[in-house]
């Protein structure tokens, strides 16, 4: 079964999931997968109002739409992904995410998209599976650079030495923001497993960094190219 949010699942008429690797688009979602926008993502901070299946959206990587029928996804592989749904369920968002996006300030962008138009308040918000406080070792300069732009506790920010927990960066930004509620769904892409092999230890996320470590001691060793999980929502009626 592929991840899912609890706050997200009480909402009616939506469909929402995050992929793993054996799911890389939840088994739910594959029938909507032609509706998906076409989109480059670039860790940027551009979001995209989609009004058409399969809209050529260039390169973006948050999307938003009141439209049914159309599949919103975010491929990632350690990045945060994370969905957006109005609390009656008549309009959905979705944002990839990772320190870029969080430090230039891609949520938001999306909260001030909605608040043209609506309120946050009126809308909750699930973070996906990414790379968390665990693994995700980075440089002290970059720990530097969030402790300096945000005004958040150290410990939130970094809960070990040069580990940057990124969800609960990005859950600390939309709470300020504004959203009514915010959840968490899966676990870290980086490390969880789903049992052993014969090969080895099975993963149960694509992640970025643990092929990167694995290709730098293996040159033969596949990229993750075409096997990033996504993460969607839409509107079904
Ligand atoms: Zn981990």
């Given at each position: 079964m592929s991840d899912s949010s609890v706050l997200l699942s009480?909402?009616?008429?939506?469909?929402?999931?995050?992929?793993?690797?054996?799911s890389l688009l939840p088994a739910h979602l594959k029938a909507f997968e032609a509706t998906r926008p076409e989109k480059k993502q670039v860790?940027?901070?551009?979001?995209?109002?989609v009004t058409q299946p399969g809209q050529d959206c260039g390169e973006a990587d948050g999307f938003i739409t009141s439209v049914p029928g159309i599949l919103l996804a975010v491929f990632t592989a350690d990045c945060?992904?994370?969905?957006?749904?109005?609390?009656?369920?008549?309009?959905?968002?979705a944002v990839h995410a990772g320190w870029r996006g969080l430090i230039d300030g891609i949520l938001e962008e999306?909260?001030?998209?909605?608040?043209?138009?609506?309120?946050?308040?009126?809308?909750?918000?699930?973070?996906?599976?990414?790379?968390?406080?665990?693994?995700?070792?980075?440089s002290q300069e970059l720990v530097d650079t969030f402790m300096q732009q945000l005004d958040f506790p150290?410990?939130?920010?970094?809960?070990?030495?040069?580990?940057?927990?990124?969800?609960?960066?990005?859950?600390?930004?939309?709470?300020?923001?504004?959203?009514?509620g915010i959840?968490?769904?899966?676990?870290?892409?980086?490390?969880?497993?789903?049992?052993?092999?014969?090969e080895g230890t099975a993963f149960k996320y694509t992640s970025f960094r643990r092929n990167s470590h694995q290709r730098a001691k293996d040159p033969s060793h596949p990229g993750i190219s075409g096997r990033n999980q996504q993460s969607g929502i839409m509107i079904l009626r």
């Open positions: 009480h909402i009616p008429g939506i469909l929402h999931g995050f992929g793993d690797k054996e860790h940027g901070t551009r979001i995209v109002d945060l992904p994370v969905i957006f749904c109005r609390k009656d369920g008549k309009e959905v968002a999306m909260a001030q998209l909605i608040n043209q138009s609506g309120d946050t308040r009126d809308w909750v918000v699930a973070i996906g599976p990414a790379a968390q406080s665990c693994c995700y070792e980075v150290p410990a939130l920010i970094s809960p070990r030495h040069r580990h940057l927990d990124l969800a609960a960066i990005a859950e600390a930004k939309l709470q300020a923001l504004g959203f009514a959840d968490h769904a899966g676990s870290c892409t980086i490390c969880t497993t789903a049992g052993s092999t014969t």
